[in-house]
Nanobody
Framework: QVQLVESGGGSVQAGGSLRLSCAAS????????MGWYRQAPGKQRELVAT???????NYADSVKGRFTISRDNAKNTVYLQMDSLKPEDTAVYYC???????????????WGQGTLVTVSS
């Protein structure tokens, strides 16, 4: 019905950069907020950043000043530019969006499959 497909993960050395992308497809009426979460081994999933359709952003304290979230509303795509990466940023990164579907006009919470980011020291 609706899916989120992520890309852009990989391995990088500390101080390096990566850019994640997440494209939503399917029966989409509207997406107000899109976001990125991450889950490190042995830890709970945590919020990284969110962005509204109007461009308002919110970041976890741990990534402020290093990560930048952006989106292309026309393409239903959200991006996460990650700079000055640290080993503690190593995690599986998940895209998330509460999608209003055309079928029901109700909110469907959708998660991507996750993409692994590994930062070595």
């Amino acid at each position: 019905q609706v899916q989120l497909v992520e890309s852009g993960g990989g391995s990088v050395q500390a101080g390096g950069s990566l850019r994640l992308s997440c494209a939503a497809s399917g029966s989409i009426f509207r997406i107000d907020t899109m976001g990125w979460y991450r889950q490190a081994p042995g830890k709970q999933r945590e919020l990284v950043a969110t962005i509204t359709s109007g461009g308002s952003t919110n970041y976890a304290d741990s990534v402020k000043g290093r990560f930048t979230i952006s989106r292309d509303n026309a393409k239903n795509t959200v991006y996460l530019q990650m700079d000055s990466l640290k080993p503690e940023d190593t995690a599986v990164y998940y895209c998330y969006a509460p999608v209003i579907t055309t079928a029901s006009l109700r909110v469907l919470e959708v998660w991507g499959q996750g993409t692994l980011v590994t930062v070595s020291s």
